[in-house]
């Protein structure tokens, strides 16, 4: 089992900036993807980042937010990080945290097996 924790969340006016984190307590993460959803009231699941878990630590972010929002990880400190800017009023959403061990189905949340509990990020006009 794999507890994640999010952080970082809040209030904010639109063009403001959050750093959200993400850590596992007691746990090695370098051998996971790590991912960030996000879920609107009313509306699905998405997918908004990915830090995948290979030698280059590489990343994946949508086209859709990838000018504003960035992922980054700290292996020692078990923690994940995503960085939010620009942000704008349909931003406003529950944040979650994801973790799994493949690279496979990265947009999927149905394919990662731990999450998080979710932050609440709220973005005013």
């Known amino acids: 089992q794999v507890q994640l924790v999010e952080s970082g969340g809040g209030s904010v006016q639109a063009g403001g900036s959050l750093r959200l984190s993400c850590t596992a307590p007691?746990?090695?993460?370098?051998?996971?993807?790590l991912a960030w959803f996000r879920q609107a009231p009313g509306k699905e699941r998405d997918f908004v980042a990915a830090?995948?878990?290979?030698?280059?630590?590489?990343?994946y972010i949508p086209d859709s937010v990838n000018n504003r929002f960035a992922i980054s990880r700290d292996n020692a400190k078990n923690t994940v990080y995503l960085q939010v800017n620009s942000l704008k009023p349909e931003d406003t959403a529950l944040y979650y945290c994801?973790?799994?061990?493949?690279?496979?189905?990265?947009?999927?949340?149905?394919?990662?097996?731990?999450w998080g509990q979710g932050i609440q990020v709220i973005v005013s006009s």
């Open positions: 007691g746990r090695t993460i370098s051998t996971y993807t």
């Open positions: 994801a973790a799994k061990r493949s690279n496979v189905g990265l947009r999927s949340s149905g394919t990662y097996a731990y």
């Open positions: 830090s995948i878990w290979n030698p280059l630590s590489s990343t």
